[in-house]
């Protein structure tokens, strides 16, 4: 598997593209629900798992130049992967993606706060691992449990994608009105629907 690096944009340069009108189209890639809590104004939400599984769709209203987001960079790098699977030119990721953004002091739609999706993961794995140790004190069994979920990191790690964070995306916290693909269609057919 040859994985390519990704074309990225610095948050200082994508600032002055947006501000001499030269924005090019925003794509965040994160859940609804982190999209929800803060975004780059201007941005489309259409999280990594739906532009996966409908690229091919999402192609036909792509063809000018994309920056896609998320929140330090990872999930919009596997994005510009999979649309350059499909002929998409013109792809670059944000560089640090929205820590990066924030720390330039861009301007950001803010919303209600919610934990992004890696803190979850964190959450999630802490308390299963923490669980399962203690719980082994009267079930043995269960440290395997702590390891099962300490390979499964491992590997999340190394492939650099995290099957915990793609069921939690599931979650309805982590969900809002727009998941659908039809509404993300009608958002990039109609420049007016922007965020």
Not at 62 to 77: F, M, P
Not at 92 to 98: A, C, E, H, Q, R
Not at 119 to 141: C, D, E, K, T, Y
Not at 162 to 168: N, P, Q, R, V
Request: neutral net charge; contains cysteine.
């Amino acid at each position: 598997m040859t994985t390519t690096t990704p074309s990225t944009v610095d948050a200082v340069t994508l600032r002055e593209l947006i501000a001499a009108g030269r924005a090019p189209r925003l794509l965040d890639v994160r859940t609804p629900g982190e999209f929800e809590a803060a975004h780059v104004p201007g941005a489309y939400n259409v999280p990594l798992d739906l532009l996966k599984e409908h690229r091919e769709e999402l192609r036909n209203h792509l063809d000018e130049d994309v920056v896609l987001i998320c929140r330090s960079g990872a999930r919009a790098t596997q994005a510009e992967q999979a649309l350059a699977t499909v002929g998409l030119p013109n792809l670059k990721v944000l560089d640090g993606g929205m820590l990066a953004w924030q720390a330039a002091n861009a301007p950001v739609n803010q919303g209600r706060p919610r934990w992004d999706l890696e803190r979850q993961v964190r959450l999630v794995a802490g308390s299963i691992v923490l669980a399962s140790v203690v719980a082994s004190v009267f079930v043995p069994g269960l440290k395997w449990v702590a390891g099962f979920v300490g390979a499964g990191l491992t590997f999340a790690a190394v492939s650099n994608t995290c099957a915990m964070g793609m069921l939690l995306s599931k979650l309805p916290y982590n969900r809002g009105a727009s998941c659908d693909l039809d509404s993300v269609v009608g958002q990039l057919s109609d420049p007016g629907r922007r965020s």
